[in-house]
């Protein structure tokens, strides 16, 4: 049974746009996504930002493929654009990914080789290196020598010296200034000028202008200290930016390089895990990281899961549990059988999954590249009009009012502003995938603080999901022997957590198992099926209403358990029901915790559960819910997440089934519980819950509002300190050593103001 539906949620018409939602109901899980791949996260700042995914040409050809390279130089959206530009003209290109957060470019082609595609990076100044499949995204930064810094900085200082003291004539000072700049700033004058060839005004390119013009005016010490400054405040926030960088792939280090596989023979080799098949089977032994996702199949143990769900606690694991790469054995040996490869583990998708997050813009980010592309511009024209209209027709000095411009030039760059929203979304995805909190994107991350609603199904949500029966009752005495194993073949085959106790308790009195014909699902009510040429129902209180066999005796024995809080499930056949079977789960300690927290957050709870309403008011008075809603259909469900829209509130939605889909599709932020392991729920979950603990959906929303907060602190920094240097400097008080600081002062600032995020 199939099933599909797509509903706009309301409040954030870019949100829309950027991910749409639909749902198949044959799965755990599964809305499909579309992500937006309109542009990718700027790294510095930039009056142009390019696509993350840039499509050249038509459909691939039958011989395309897919070349990875790795370019230390593209870390900005300028040589991002550059890239496009040179590689949009080479034939048999047809598609660009970039993905600036680690360095890494896809290119889709049908050339016979690479070299076409390296020499055209090499034409622009930058070095491509290929990746091999399998290796990681990021790789250690290449180690640069100290000395030309060291030189700059010597340099610098010598110039500002000798001029303080007068002791050496203008054409040495000059010397000295000119081995500082030149030996410190190579690097900012090429990416300056590749700059501006594109008409990109970065701050490399005002860098540049300004240096320069200090030195066309003779302000020789002053260039030479401002580009010193300016090269180490560059190296301060690469070193900064490579801890949100490598937060997430660092994980991909948890997962061990070798592995003890058994042989052919019966013998244990230790393996590359790279080169481990699919169902070889693995031995990991006590205290070892496990280097594979697999299912366990002989012994023992307990294992650490932090790395993948954040839990603090080891879990118990035996004959039949999954376990996951990256994870620790803690106690006793365990041999699994490998059921992913190793770059298709559950901690490859997560990465994977993190890696695409950061390339989709929050809307702060939008808001921040939309207002650079103009703010840049600008100010560079307003410094401009500052160099030229008070010499030409205010009698102003050339001189002063030149140099006051470029001052101007090195305040204006938006670095701080731009930058201070990536490294900030980074650094809160990076944080909530090690608490197990799984965030497909910023917009996420950025919106979860606006929630004032959280809508939660029942089973497997807040209860435990693996309710036991506790009790049967025949209505007839003729089928008291026999009700229990007909429930039981019905119920075996459905995956109902309901039916699966019953079926269960039926295996466990060792009951006979009867072959059902024409079996048929009917949503939201139960199963029908044919036994010994007999049609059977198994289902709810709705299924008999519906099939027109309710009676005010059998409403009085429903109501006698539904009261306690319940399930009730009755065996019909076509002359009414038989017998009915009592199944009750258990909450969670975990689900009262979180309740409570979200409570304390101002959150307001509703349970939507397709169970009676007296076992939804019951489970939910045990856990504190406000409101709880029961005897739902999946378009039920729906139509109580509209209903909270219609009085004005952001709700989010937490669901593990099928039934949950269309309500998680219409929701603001829609929650997946105990994804880990279940490819649907991380590729296409806003947020997954890589365990089934609900404390981790008050924890996104601290940390979402933790997030928003540095957001607008950041931007407000950048923006007050840009507005007073602006002023400071037309107004003739302000140095190029200030507009250093202020410029690159405050991009540390934002940059280490949006890393307090990765602190634990």
Same mark, same amino acid.
């Given at each position: 049974?199939?099933?599909?539906?797509?509903?706009?949620?309301?409040?954030?018409?870019?949100?829309?746009?950027?991910?749409?939602?639909?749902?198949?109901?044959?799965?755990?899980?599964?809305?499909?996504?579309?992500?937006?791949?309109?542009?990718?996260?700027?790294?510095?700042?930039?009056?142009?930002?390019?696509?993350?995914?840039?499509?050249?040409?038509?459909?691939?050809?039958?011989?395309?493929?897919?070349?990875?390279?790795?370019?230390?130089?593209?870390?900005?959206?300028?040589?991002?654009?550059?890239?496009?530009?040179?590689?949009?003209?080479?034939?048999?290109?047809?598609?660009?990914?970039?993905?600036?957060?680690?360095?890494?470019?896809?290119?889709?082609?049908?050339?016979?080789?690479?070299?076409?595609?390296?020499?055209?990076?090499?034409?622009?100044?930058?070095?491509?290196?290929?990746?091999?499949?399998?290796?990681?995204?990021?790789?250690?930064?290449?180690?640069?020598?100290?000395?030309?810094?060291?030189?700059?900085?010597?340099?610098?200082?010598?110039?500002?010296?000798?001029?303080?003291?007068?002791?050496?004539?203008?054409?040495?000072?000059?010397?000295?200034?000119?081995?500082?700049?030149?030996?410190?700033?190579?690097?900012?004058?090429?990416?300056?000028?590749?700059?501006?060839?594109?008409?990109?005004?970065?701050?490399?390119?005002?860098?540049?202008?300004?240096?320069?013009?200090?030195?066309?005016?003779?302000?020789?010490?002053?260039?030479?200290?401002?580009?010193?400054?300016?090269?180490?405040?560059?190296?301060?926030?690469?070193?900064?930016?490579?801890?949100?960088?490598?937060?997430?792939?660092?994980?991909?280090?948890?997962?061990?390089?070798?592995?003890?596989?058994?042989?052919?023979?019966?013998?244990?080799?230790?393996?590359?895990?790279?080169?481990?098949?699919?169902?070889?089977?693995?031995?990991?032994?006590?205290?070892?990281?496990?280097?594979?996702?697999?299912?366990?199949?002989?012994?023992?143990?307990?294992?650490?899961?932090?790395?993948?769900?954040?839990?603090?606690?080891?879990?118990?694991?035996?004959?039949?549990?999954?376990?996951?790469?990256?994870?620790?054995?803690?106690?006793?040996?365990?041999?699994?059988?490998?059921?992913?490869?190793?770059?298709?583990?559950?901690?490859?998708?997560?990465?994977?999954?993190?890696?695409?997050?950061?390339?989709?813009?929050?809307?702060?980010?939008?808001?921040?590249?939309?207002?650079?592309?103009?703010?840049?511009?600008?100010?560079?024209?307003?410094?401009?009009?500052?160099?030229?209209?008070?010499?030409?027709?205010?009698?102003?000095?050339?001189?002063?009012?030149?140099?006051?411009?470029?001052?101007?030039?090195?305040?204006?760059?938006?670095?701080?502003?731009?930058?201070?929203?990536?490294?900030?979304?980074?650094?809160?995805?990076?944080?909530?995938?090690?608490?197990?909190? @799984?965030?497909?994107?910023?917009?996420? =991350? $950025?919106?979860?603080? /606006?929630?004032?609603? +959280?809508? &939660? #199904? *029942?089973? %497997?949500?807040?209860?435990?999901?693996?309710?036991?029966?506790?009790?049967?009752?025949?209505?007839?005495?003729?089928?008291?022997?026999?009700?229990?194993?007909?429930?039981?073949?019905?119920?075996?085959?459905?995956?109902?957590?309901?039916?699966?106790?019953?079926?269960?308790?039926?295996?466990?009195?060792?009951?006979?198992?009867?072959?059902?014909?024409?079996?048929?699902?009917?949503?939201?009510?139960?199963?029908?099926?044919?036994?010994?040429?007999?049609?059977?129902?198994?289902?709810?209180?709705?299924?008999?209403?519906?099939?027109?066999?309710?009676?005010?005796? @059998?409403?009085?024995?429903?109501?006698? =358990? $539904?009261?306690?809080? /319940?399930?009730?499930? +009755?065996? &019909? #056949? *076509?002359? %009414?029901?038989?017998?009915?079977?009592?199944?009750?789960?258990?909450?969670?300690?975990?689900?009262?915790?979180?309740?409570?927290?979200?409570?304390?957050?101002?959150?307001?709870?509703?349970?939507?559960?397709?169970?009676?309403?007296?076992?939804?008011?019951?489970?939910?008075?045990?856990?504190?819910?406000?409101?709880?809603?029961?005897?739902?259909?999946?378009?039920?469900?729906?139509?109580?997440?509209?209903?909270?829209?219609?009085?004005?509130?952001?709700?989010?939605?937490?669901?593990?089934?099928?039934?949950?889909?269309?309500?998680?599709?219409?929701?603001?932020?829609?929650?997946?519980?105990?994804?880990?392991?279940?490819?649907?729920?991380?590729?296409?979950?806003?947020?997954?819950?890589?365990?089934?603990?609900?404390?981790?959906?008050?924890?996104?929303?601290?940390?979402?509002?933790?997030?928003?907060?540095?957001?607008?602190?950041?931007?407000?920094?950048?923006?007050?300190?840009?507005?007073?240097?602006?002023?400071?400097?037309?107004?003739?008080?302000?140095?190029?050593?200030?507009?250093?600081?202020?410029?690159?002062?405050?991009?540390?600032?934002?940059?280490?103001?949006?890393?307090?995020?990765?602190?634990?």
């Amino acid at each position: 049974m199939s099933d599909s539906i797509h509903t706009p949620k309301p409040h954030d018409h870019q949100h829309d746009h950027d991910h749409e939602h639909s749902h198949d109901h044959g799965a755990k899980l599964t809305p499909v996504k579309q992500h937006d791949h309109a542009s990718h996260g700027d790294a510095c700042c930039s009056s142009k930002a390019a696509p993350a995914v840039v499509t050249l040409s038509e459909a691939p050809t039958a011989g395309s493929r897919l070349s990875t390279f790795r370019i230390e130089a593209m870390d900005c959206p300028t040589e991002q654009t550059l890239i496009q530009n040179k590689l949009g003209k080479l034939a048999g290109v047809q598609q660009l990914e970039f993905n600036l957060i680690n360095r890494i470019l896809g290119v889709t082609h049908d050339l016979p080789s690479t070299a076409p595609i390296i020499e055209a990076i090499k034409s622009i100044g930058m070095q491509a290196d290929p990746i091999e499949e399998g290796s990681p995204a990021a790789a250690p930064p290449a180690k640069k020598h100290w000395w030309p810094l060291a030189l700059s900085g010597v340099g610098a200082l010598g110039a500002e010296v000798l001029h303080f003291t007068g002791v050496a004539p203008t054409w040495v000072i000059a010397l000295v200034a000119l081995v500082s700049i030149l030996s410190g700033g190579l690097t900012t004058y090429k990416k300056g000028w590749i700059a501006l060839k594109n008409f990109n005004l970065n701050i490399n390119a005002l860098m540049s202008i300004a240096v320069t013009g200090a030195v066309l005016i003779g302000q020789w010490p002053e260039a030479a200290m401002v580009m010193f400054l300016f090269t180490v405040a560059e190296l301060i926030e690469a070193k900064s930016l490579d801890r949100a960088r490598t937060a997430i792939s660092g994980l991909m280090q948890m997962a061990p390089e070798q592995a003890t596989v058994q042989q052919a023979d019966g013998t244990w080799v230790e393996k590359e895990v790279k080169s481990i098949e699919l169902g070889a089977i693995v031995r990991v032994k006590p205290g070892e990281r496990i280097g594979l996702d697999g299912e366990v199949i002989a012994g023992q143990s307990t294992i650490d899961q932090a790395p993948i769900t954040g839990e603090s606690l080891p879990i118990e694991k035996g004959v039949g549990d999954k376990v996951f790469a990256g994870t620790i054995n803690q106690a006793g040996s365990l041999e699994y059988k490998v059921t992913a490869a190793a770059n298709n583990s559950t901690l490859a998708r997560i990465i994977h999954a993190v890696e695409q997050a950061q390339g989709a813009r929050a809307p702060t980010q939008r808001f921040v590249d939309s207002f650079s592309k103009i703010y840049t511009p600008a100010v560079f024209l307003f410094a401009l009009g500052v160099a030229l209209i008070p010499p030409l027709f205010m009698a102003g000095a050339w001189f002063d009012w030149i140099y006051r411009a470029l001052v101007l030039l090195v305040v204006a760059c938006p670095c701080a502003l731009v930058i201070s929203t990536p490294v900030t979304i980074v650094s809160g995805l990076a944080a909530a995938a090690r608490k197990g909190i @799984l965030i497909k994107g910023g917009v996420y =991350l $950025e919106g979860g603080y /606006k929630l004032d609603y +959280l809508a &939660l #199904d *029942k089973t %497997g949500t807040i209860t435990h999901g693996k309710p036991v029966q506790t009790d049967y009752l025949a209505l007839f005495p003729t089928v008291e022997d026999s009700a229990p194993a007909l429930a039981a073949s019905l119920a075996g085959r459905s995956d109902h957590p309901v039916s699966l106790a019953i079926a269960n308790a039926a295996v466990d009195k060792n009951l006979p198992s009867h072959v059902v014909d024409n079996f048929e699902a009917l949503a939201g009510r139960g199963v029908r099926g044919d036994i010994n040429g007999e049609t059977y129902h198994l289902g709810n209180h709705r299924l008999v209403e519906d099939l027109g066999l309710c009676s005010p005796e @059998l409403e009085e024995k429903l109501f006698a =358990l $539904e009261k306690q809080g /319940k399930s009730v499930v +009755l065996l &019909l #056949d *076509k002359s %009414g029901p038989l017998a009915l079977f009592a199944v009750a789960d258990t909450v969670k300690d975990s689900s009262r915790e979180a309740i409570q927290q979200l409570h304390d957050l101002g959150i307001k709870t509703l349970m939507l559960t397709g169970d009676n309403t007296h076992t939804a008011k019951a489970i939910a008075a045990q856990v504190g819910i406000d409101q709880a809603q029961g005897d739902l259909l999946p378009t039920d469900k729906l139509q109580a997440i509209e209903t909270l829209y219609g009085q004005g509130h952001r709700v989010g939605m937490v669901g593990d089934g099928i039934n949950d889909a269309p309500a998680l599709a219409r929701a603001e932020i829609g929650f997946a519980m105990a994804a880990a392991g279940t490819d649907t729920a991380i590729e296409t979950a806003d947020v997954a819950l890589m365990d089934d603990d609900l404390r981790k959906i008050p924890a996104f929303i601290r940390l979402s509002r933790q997030t928003s907060s540095i957001l607008k602190q950041n931007i407000s920094l950048a923006l007050v300190i840009k507005a007073i240097f602006l002023v400071v400097t037309f107004l003739g008080m302000a140095t190029m050593w200030m507009a250093v600081f202020a410029d690159m002062g405050v991009a540390l600032l934002v940059v280490f103001n949006g890393l307090r995020l990765l602190r634990k």
